[in-house]
């Protein structure tokens, strides 16, 4: 199904260079785009690859534009942002072809007799629906999902296959959460007394805001006494593990494998690259990126970039650098005792 280029600018803006009835049918990478392909130029070291692509239009930034036209011969979509243009335009090429479930619930669904359920969600095969559950308008929940006691789905939310949602939490509008998440586990709470730990009881929930999306695999655990709170447009990998009473803001960004503790609070816009972790009890500030692989061990009060790890090298040389990293103690001791040596040696000769 072909895209007049003049749709896609009517509705995503930009400034169209080109013929806006020329149709396209699919976004393809740079180097393999054909005649009736739309392509994107979001990083400027590509710029000679962008001018050789055959894709049928190009969607680039203001900044590349004069040099990728000077060879290039397609139309060009000039936007200040292309990479979100991509995705905007992206998202429309797959409502085009999207499967919507049909609405109503599978005869093998079980679903208590108190659960709320609007006419135009999707129940799927084998899932269950506790007493009192709310499931909003549009929702769709996929084969084999559990929706636990009094929790509410939001409106438009998709549960993939197999997702676990339970007592008591919430999701707003729009989430996306994919299969093996599990929402709403037992924080992990135990008080030691004499060597044996005692189980302390999880009574606070999972709140989660609008436009929320959760990765395959990925667990939020409840609150102890509070809630766990996750904020509007919050965007979770897969494998991410965040702990009770933690509070993530608004449009927030973890990728895989991230850790976070109990009881950590994160501010909003932050970034964490894949298998990062968080100590609990800490706090960081709004917009603080945090590298990949880094241990956040003290609160980040600062905006900023934050990076924790000692970079890659061959095990020998490792082995000769964690050696002096021992060291160091004793080393700075003898430093001191140095000093004050010299510092002695030169008093006296004056």
């Not at 036209?69 to 292309?82: C, D, F, L, M």
């Not at 609405?103 to 799927?124: E, F, R, W, Y």
């Not at 004499?194 to 990765?215: A, E, N």
Request: overall charge negative; glycine content about 12%; proline content about 3%.
């Amino acid at each position: 199904m072909g895209i007049r280029l003049g749709d896609l600018v009517e509705r995503f803006g930009g400034q169209l260079v080109g013929d806006p009835n020329l149709e396209v049918t699919a976004i393809a990478p740079l180097d393999t785009a054909g005649a009736s392909h739309i392509s994107f130029l979001s990083n400027s070291k590509l710029r000679a690859l962008a001018a050789q692509s055959g894709a049928a239009a190009l969607i680039l930034s203001p900044l590349d534009d004069p040099t990728v036209a000077a060879t290039y011969e397609g139309a060009r979509i000039v936007t200040t942002n292309p990479y979100a243009y991509f995705a905007r335009a992206a998202q429309y090429f797959a409502s085009l072809t999207d499967h919507v479930p049909a609405a109503g619930v599978h005869p093998s669904a079980v679903v208590a007799d108190s659960a709320v359920i609007d006419p135009s969600a999707h129940i799927g095969p084998h899932v269950t629906i506790d007493e009192g559950a709310v499931i909003q308008a549009q929702a769709v929940i996929d084969a084999g999902c559990y929706v636990g006691r009094n929790a509410v789905i939001g409106e438009g939310t998709h549960l993939f296959a197999n997702v676990t949602f339970h007592a008591g939490c919430e999701i707003g509008k729009r989430g996306i959460l994919h299969s093996g998440a599990v929402i709403g586990t037992d924080g992990f709470g135990f008080a030691n007394e004499g060597g044996v730990y005692i189980k302390i009881p999880q009574t606070g929930r999972v709140l989660i805001g609008d436009d929320v999306d959760i990765g395959a695999n990925t667990t939020i655990d409840r609150g102890a006494l509070e809630d766990t709170i996750i904020e509007d447009g919050v965007k979770l990998d897969n494998q991410i593990q965040i702990g009770h009473n933690t509070h993530i803001g608004a449009h927030t960004a973890m990728a895989g494998c991230v850790g976070v503790a109990g009881s950590a609070k994160i501010g909003s816009r932050c970034t964490f690259g894949g298998a990062a972790m968080v100590l609990g009890h800490l706090e960081i500030a709004d917009n603080v990126h945090i590298s990949s692989g880094s241990m956040v061990s003290r609160s980040v009060l600062q905006p900023g970039q934050y990076t924790g790890f000692y970079p890659l090298a061959k095990n020998a040389e490792w082995e000769r650098s964690a050696a002096i990293v021992r060291n160091l103690g004793s080393m700075r001791e003898k430093l001191r005792a140095l000093e004050k040596t010299i510092k002695t040696l030169t008093e006296q000769q004056q």
